[in-house]
C-alpha cells in the first residue's frame, strides 16, 4: 500500500493570526460604537442642571418657605397655550385669588424651556387683558415638549411660582 503525504494546509484551518484579527476587529467595533454614543450623549445633554449646586443648596430653604408662603395663598392660577400661526402662538393665564377675585396690579413672567436645549428658551411678556387674564405673545416656538416657568410678583415680591410640563404641537 502506498501513502500519499501532501504538504497543503487546510484552508479551513484557523491560524492565531485570523484569531487576532477576528478579535482586534471585534472590539474595535465596540469600542468605536460606545465612543460615538458617548459623544451623541455628552452633546445632546451636557449634564449641567445649575451652574453653582452650593448655591442652589444654599437658597433651598428660601425656595420652601417661598412654596409655603405660596399654599397660604390659595391662588388659583390656569393656563392655556394655543398656536396662531405654524411657529407663533398665544399664552393666556387667568389669575384669580382664594375667593375667585381677578388679581389686579401683579406682574407676570414666563418662560417656556425646552428640556433639552438650552439655548432655545423663549421668553414672554403679558399684556392685562382684564377680569385677571393676561396675554402673551409667543413667537417661533418649534413643537415638542417645553417647561412653562410661570412667576407672578405682587410690590416687587414674588408669590406664586410654578413649573409645568407642555406639548406644544399643530
Same mark, same amino acid.
Given at each position: ?84 400661526? %405654524?411657529? =407663533?402662538? @398665544?399664552?393666556?393665564? *387667568? /389669575? ?11 406682574? +407676570? ?9 438650552? %439655548?432655545? =428658551?423663549? @421668553?414672554?411678556?403679558? *399684556? /392685562? ?11 417661533? +416656538? ?29
Amino acid at each position: 500500500m502506498t501513502m500519499v503525504q501532501s504538504n497543503m494546509k487546510d484552508p479551513k484551518a484557523i491560524s492565531g493570526k485570523t484569531v487576532l484579527a477576528w478579535l482586534l476587529g471585534f472590539f474595535g467595533v465596540v469600542f468605536t460604537a460606545n465612543a460615538i454614543f458617548i459623544y451623541l450623549a455628552l452633546g445632546s445633554f451636557p449634564g449641567v442642571v445649575v451652574e453653582s449646586s452650593y448655591e442652589a443648596g444654599q437658597a433651598y430653604n428660601e425656595e420652601i418657605a417661598a412654596a409655603k408662603a405660596q399654599a397660604e395663598l390659595n391662588w388659583q392660577v390656569s393656563s392655556e397655550f394655543t398656536r396662531t400661526s %405654524d411657529q =407663533d402662538g @398665544k399664552l393666556v393665564v *387667568t /389669575a384669580k385669588d382664594a375667593q375667585g377675585t381677578p388679581l389686579y396690579g401683579v406682574a +407676570l413672567h414666563a418662560l417656556m424651556r425646552n428640556p433639552v436645549h438650552d %439655548d432655545t =428658551d423663549v @421668553k414672554i411678556d403679558f *399684556t /392685562a387683558d382684564g377680569g385677571g387674564r393676561y396675554v402673551g405673545t409667543v413667537e417661533n +416656538l418649534a413643537d415638542g415638549n417645553w417647561t412653562l416657568i410661570l412667576e407672578i410678583e405682587q410690590d416687587g415680591e414674588r408669590k406664586f411660582r410654578s413649573e409645568n410640563r407642555i406639548f406644544v404641537n399643530n
